[in-house]
């Protein structure tokens, strides 16, 4: 009676190593390796190849509106990792430079789609802005005169305590301070100082 008892224990047995060994011989299941998303990267120069530094990109996702902004690192790159696949429009602007914009960047699932863009010198913009108000210096009238107050000579400046001192600064004086060669400054002789 044992006997049979044995033998069910085998087929169970051999049964249970027969699914075991099917079990084994399968391929080992696949594990996602794969990306799921994207990336934009890139550089920002001038016309003349110089790397931008601290020039603004910007992306935007076209189908979502979605934006981002980087700033350009001391060779001009940038760098977008992450990005949802798709279609993405790229712009970068830096002061003194006309911005410059790429539509239609696409990154794939998995990869890195590298751009460069170009900015040209801005164009310079002077205007000139003419007032029609009356001149301050009339040229066709010499006659000037000025007035100082009280106020006003108390306030100058006066070296040497000259009362003529104050006479330079009015519009049209000539100060004749030009004698004989003999004379010295604080002499008597030569000193005349007039107006015109």
């Known amino acids: 009676m044992k006997m049979p008892s044995i033998r069910v224990s085998f087929r169970v047995l051999f049964s249970i190593l027969g699914i075991v060994g099917a079990l084994l011989a399968l391929p080992p299941p696949t594990r996602s390796q794969g990306e799921t998303t994207s990336a934009i990267l890139g550089e920002v120069t001038d016309t003349s190849n110089a790397a931008l530094a601290g020039a603004t990109v910007t992306i935007t996702n076209r189908d979502t509106g979605l934006k981002r902004n980087a700033q350009t690192d001391e060779a001009g790159r940038f760098n977008f990792p ?42 310079a913009k002077e205007s000139v802005e003419v007032n029609a108000e009356a001149s ?61």
């Open 136 to 196: 301050i210096l009339n040229p066709s009238n010499a006659n000037t005169s000025t007035t100082l107050n009280t106020a006003a000579l108390e306030n100058l400046p006066n070296p040497g305590g000259d009362l003529t001192y104050p006479l330079q600064f009015s519009a049209g004086a000539l100060i004749n301070t030009a004698g004989s060669v003999n004379d010295f400054v604080g002499g008597t002789n030569g000193y005349g100082n007039k107006c015109r």
């Open 82 to 123: 992450q990005l949802l696949p798709g279609a993405y429009t790229v712009q970068a602007s830096a002061p003194g430079f006309e911005p410059q914009q790429l539509q239609n960047v696409f990154a794939g699932l998995g990869q890195k789609q590298a751009v460069t863009l170009v900015l040209r010198v801005a164009e």
